[in-house]
C-alpha cells in the first residue's frame, strides 16, 4: 500500500508540477502580450486626450460662429416675411385701383356712349332732312 502511495504521490507531484510550470509560461506570455500592448494603449490615450483638447479649445468659437448664422438666416426670413406681407398689401392696392379704374371706365363709357347717341338723335330730331334724304 505504500508503493501505491507512493506511486500516486510522485504522479501527482509531477502533475502539480507539470501545471505549475505550465501557468508560469502562459503568464509570461501574458506579461509579453501586455508589454507590447500597453504602448498602443498610452497612444491611444494621448490620442484621445489631444482631441478632447482640440473639441474643446475649437467648439466654442465654432458654437459661436453657428450662432451668428442661425441669427442671420433667422433676420433673414423675418425681412422675407416682412416684404411678402407688403408685396400681398400692395397688391391688394392695384387690384382695388384697378378695380375701380374699371368700374369708372366702363361708367365713363356708358355715359360718353349715351351722350354721343343722344346728341345724333337730337341732331336727327333738329334736321329732319339730315336723316332723310328726298332727292
Known sequence: MDQVNTALNANLNLLVVFSLVCLALAMFVLIGLLMSI???????????????????????????EASK??????????????????????????????????????????????GILAGIKAYLEAHPSAGHRSD
Open 69 to 114: 448664422l442661425i441669427g442671420g438666416v433667422l433676420r433673414l426670413q423675418d425681412l422675407a416675411q416682412n416684404s411678402m406681407s407688403t408685396v400681398g398689401d400692395k397688391v391688394e392696392d392695384v387690384t382695388d385701383n384697378l378695380s375701380k379704374v374699371a368700374a369708372d371706365a366702363k361708367k365713363g363709357g356708358s355715359v360718353v356712349g349715351a
Open 38 to 64: 500597453v504602448p498602443q494603449w498610452n497612444r491611444t490615450l494621448n490620442a484621445f486626450e489631444k482631441l478632447a483638447t482640440t473639441v474643446s479649445t475649437e467648439l466654442q468659437p465654432t458654437l459661436a
